[in-house]
């Protein structure tokens, strides 16, 4: 279990809860504001105040929580894997694909809600989480993790393989409303462009490379 963190994992785990005390202070001025917004939209609240997409909502939705549960499903992934990645990775790298994993599940986020029209924010670190599970299961592949509910441990590259095809399942058949299976999907994606690249597996190279 982790205990001695690394900055980058011990400070986005502060700044999370720390932003989510101060949500529960301020109440929705900061969703109206911060949270990710539809292109194109403008709504116009209740209160008279109106609010649409912005371009720093690309990171700052990932920051913001709805409930002490949606926060804590977030973190504790954060807290577990975090530590190891950075490690391997460096500080620096770790906060740029953390950041980028942010906004690649905003990005598919925008794509998938402009598809379906509706108008409403979306909020959490859930893509940035799941790009982190995708990171552990690529870099850590053969560790073996305890999964509640299975009686027997899994590696992690079968566990991130079978979490990321039920989140496909789940956002094409629509079977779990309120959730958006595309921006964690999104998360995944971008983690795995930009751990490819730094492998050097893409047309364009990194100046060196990072691993194998």
């Not at 409403?120 to 999964?147: K, N, W």
């Not at 999104?186 to 597996?201: E, H, N």
């Amino acid at each position: 279990m982790p205990i001695d963190l690394p900055p980058v994992t011990r400070n986005l785990l502060i700044a999370n809860i720390g932003i989510y005390l101060l949500q529960m202070l301020i109440g929705d001025p900061l969703i109206i504001h911060f949270a990710l917004w539809p292109l194109g939209s403008n709504v116009l609240l209740q209160d008279g105040v109106s609010t649409g997409f912005e371009l720093w909502q690309l990171v700052t939705y990932g920051f913001l929580h709805g409930s002490p549960s949606h926060l804590f499903l977030n973190m504790f992934p954060l807290w577990m894997f975090g530590g190891p990645i950075e490690r391997l990775l460096g500080s620096r790298n770790f906060a740029g694909y953390y950041f980028a994993c942010i906004v690649g599940a905003a990005v598919a986020q925008l794509v998938i809600v402009g598809l379906s029209g509706e108008v409403y924010p979306t909020l959490g670190a859930s893509g940035a989480i799941f790009g982190v599970l995708l990171a552990f299961g690529m870099l850590f592949p053969q560790q073996r993790l305890m999964v509640i509910f299975l009686p027997i441990p899994v590696k992690a590259w079968v566990f991130v393989t079978v979490y990321g095809a039920i989140e496909l399942f789940l956002g094409v058949t629509g079977i779990q409303p309120g959730v958006a299976h595309f921006a964690h999907l999104g998360g995944m994606v971008a983690g795995f462009v930009l751990i490819q690249y730094w492998r050097g597996r893409l047309p364009i190279k990194p100046r060196r490379t990072l691993m194998r």
